[in-house]
Nanobody
Framework: QVQLVETGGGSVQAGASLTLSCKTS????????LGWFRQSQGQEREGVAT??????YYSRAVEGRFTISRDRDKRTLNLQMVNLKPDDTAMYYC?????????????????????WGQGTLVKVSS
């Protein structure tokens, strides 16, 4: 059974940094694509970043400010966020799908992701 549990959200000022973590269980890292989505109030969920055994991918909104990584030993997925902006305010979700490769053409399609965490809230004030 796959479980994804996010931690690390909080309230910060613009320009600050935060690191989100997702503790995974039941997810085979070598054959899974992992990623992060976010959802702002009143908006649809949007893909933020993905990672597989070969590549990482970022949405245009976060590229250069966010870094996705994973720790095989600790079975965690991380999202380091720097220079946060008020537009980054959202619920952030850890996601996983049983694909060896992360396909960038559908990384932001909600239905393509089999497993979701419960989310962790990030609030960025100006």
């Amino acid at each position: 059974q796959v479980q994804l549990v996010e931690t690390g959200g909080g309230s910060v000022q613009a320009g600050a940094s935060l690191t989100l973590s997702c503790k995974t269980s039941g997810v085979p890292f070598s054959t899974s694509c992992l990623g992060w989505f976010r959802q702002s109030q009143g908006q649809e969920r949007e893909g933020v970043a993905t990672i597989d055994s070969w590549n990482t991918y970022y949405s245009r909104a976060v590229e250069g400010r966010f870094t996705i990584s994973r720790d095989r030993d600790k079975r965690t997925l991380n999202l380091q966020m720097v220079n946060l902006k008020p537009d980054d305010t959202a619920m952030y979700y850890c996601v996983a799908r049983p694909n060896k490769y992360c396909y960038t053409d559908d990384y932001d399609v909600v239905d393509k992701w089999n497993h979701w965490g419960q989310g962790t809230l990030v609030k960025v004030s100006s």
